[in-house]
């Protein structure tokens, strides 16, 4: 089994931070690709932000100079630092991840969801 559980998210002023987490644990063989991705109400979800194994990151074009990604391979964490926050950021974040379990199985996973809400 593969869980993985975000934490960070919360209610902010516009012009705040945040800081977003997700935990990877289970039968992981080797973790790849890593992101956030984010869906407002009645909107679709989208990439926020993705890294590779070597830390190789991508933005949307929306985040890019406030947001960033990064992760922790031996701890199998991913993080979203998220500065100078605006209202139109208010969404549902995601944690989703690319993997290898220990059968050599290669698959997807995304996490539950946090809430993050910027007041103007």
């Known amino acids: 089994q593969v869980q993985l559980v975000e934490s960070g998210g919360g209610l902010v002023q516009a012009g705040g931070s945040l800081r977003l987490s997700c935990a990877v644990s289970?039968?992981?063989?080797?973790?790849?690709?890593m992101g956030w991705y984010r869906q407002a109400p009645g909107k679709q979800r989208d990439l926020v932000a993705h890294?590779?194994?070597?830390?190789?990151?991508n933005y949307s074009d929306s985040v890019k100079g406030r947001f960033t990604i990064s992760r922790d391979n031996a701890k199998k964490m991913v993080y979203l630092q998220m500065n100078s926050l605006k209202p139109e950021d208010t969404a549902v974040y995601y944690c989703?991840?690319?993997?290898?379990?220990?059968?050599?199985?290669?698959?997807?996973?995304w996490g539950q969801g946090t809430q993050v809400t910027v007041s103007s």
């Open positions: 989703n991840v690319d993997l290898i379990t220990w059968w050599n199985v290669q698959d997807n996973y």
């Open positions: 289970g039968n992981i063989l080797r973790i790849n690709l």
């Open positions: 890294i590779t194994t070597g830390g190789s990151t």
